[in-house]
T-cell receptor, first 114, second 116 residues
Framework: DQQVKQNSPSLSVQEGRISILNCDYT??????FLWYKKYPAEGPTFLIS?????DKNEDGRFTVFLNKSAKHLSLHIVPSQPGDSAVYFC?????????????FGEGTQLTVNP | NAGVTQTPKFQVLKTGQSMTLQCAQD?????MSWYRQDPGMGLRLIHY???????DQGEVPNGYNVSRSTTEDFPLRLLSAAPSQTSVYFC???????????????FGNGTRLTVT
C-alpha cells in the first residue's frame, strides 16, 4: 500500500522553463511534507518542506504547494537549470509517529535540457 | 565534518552469507535510520533509532538487525542474505528524533549490495 505516490517516473523540461513535480498521499494523518533531491551515486539531500498548517512555502527558485483537501502537493522549480537534473523524492511524516518515520514516494527523474 | 559515512560502497554476497553495513555520523545526531531503495519503490524504512540503546522497526525489517551502542554508530546486519535483499542501502540521521519539522534527514552516499 503506497501511501505516498509520485505518478510521473520522469519529466523533461527546457532550461529556463518551469518544472512541476507532483505528489499524492493517502494517509490523512500526514502533517509534514518534504522534498529531497538525489544525484546518481549520492544520498538524497533535503530541498524544501511544508507543514500542513500552510499551503505554500518558498525558497529561492523552489516553491512547494500543499492542497490538503486533495491530498496533493507539488514542487515548482522556476527557472529550471541543467543542474536541477536529478531524481526528486516526495516524503511525508505524521505527529502520530513523532515524525520519526518518513514515508517516501517512488521518485521522479527530472531532466532539464540546455 | 564528514557527515554520514557508509561503508562499504559496494558489496557482493552469496545467498546465506551474513554481513554488516556500517554507518557513522559525526554530527552528534540523536536519530538514525536505515532505508533501502529499489526501482519503482522509492525509499523504504528498515529500522530506526531515536537514541543510543533504543531501536525500532520500520516498514521492511525482516532479515535485518540493528543495534545502537553509541550515538555515532548504527550498523545494519544482514543475518542470512537473500537475492531479495539486493538493493541500495542508505543510512540517515537527524538532530533529534521526531524533529523532521526543523531537522531534516542527512543521508550517506549509500551501499550498493548484490546478493547472488
Amino acid at each position: 500500500d503506497q501511501q505516498v505516490k509520485q505518478n510521473s517516473p520522469s519529466l523533461s523540461v527546457q532550461e529556463g522553463r518551469i518544472s512541476i513535480l507532483n505528489c499524492d498521499y493517502t494517509n490523512s494523518m500526514f502533517d509534514y511534507f518534504l522534498w529531497y533531491k538525489k544525484y546518481p551515486a549520492e544520498g538524497p539531500t533535503f530541498l524544501i518542506s511544508i507543514s500542513s498548517i500552510k499551503d505554500k512555502n518558498e525558497d529561492g527558485r523552489f516553491t512547494v504547494f500543499l492542497n490538503k483537501s486533495a491530498k496533493h502537493l507539488s514542487l515548482h522549480i522556476v527557472p529550471s537549470q541543467p543542474g536541477d537534473s536529478a531524481v526528486y523524492f516526495c516524503a511525508a511524516s505524521s505527529a502520530e509517529t513523532s515524525g520519526s518515520r518518513l514515508t517516501f514516494g517512488e521518485g521522479t527523474q527530472l531532466t532539464v535540457n540546455p | 565534518n564528514a557527515g554520514v559515512t557508509q561503508t562499504p560502497k559496494f558489496q557482493v554476497l552469496k545467498t546465506g552469507q551474513s554481513m554488516t553495513l556500517q554507518c557513522a555520523q559525526d554530527m552528534n545526531h540523536e536519530y538514525m535510520s536505515w532505508y533501502r531503495q529499489d526501482p519503482g519503490m522509492g525509499l523504504r524504512l528498515i529500522h530506526y533509532s531515536v537514541g543510543a540503546g533504543i531501536t525500532d522497526q520500520g516498514e521492511v525489517p525482516n532479515g535485518y538487525n540493528v543495534s545502537r551502542s553509541t550515538t555515532e554508530d548504527f550498523p545494519l546486519r544482514l543475518l542470512s542474505a537473500a537475492p531479495s535483499q539486493t538493493s541500495v542501502y542508505f543510512c540517515a540521521s537527524s538532530y533529534k528524533a521526531g524533529s523532521s519539522y526543523n531537522s531534516p534527514l542527512h543521508f550517506g552516499n549509500g551501499t550498493r549490495l548484490t546478493v547472488t
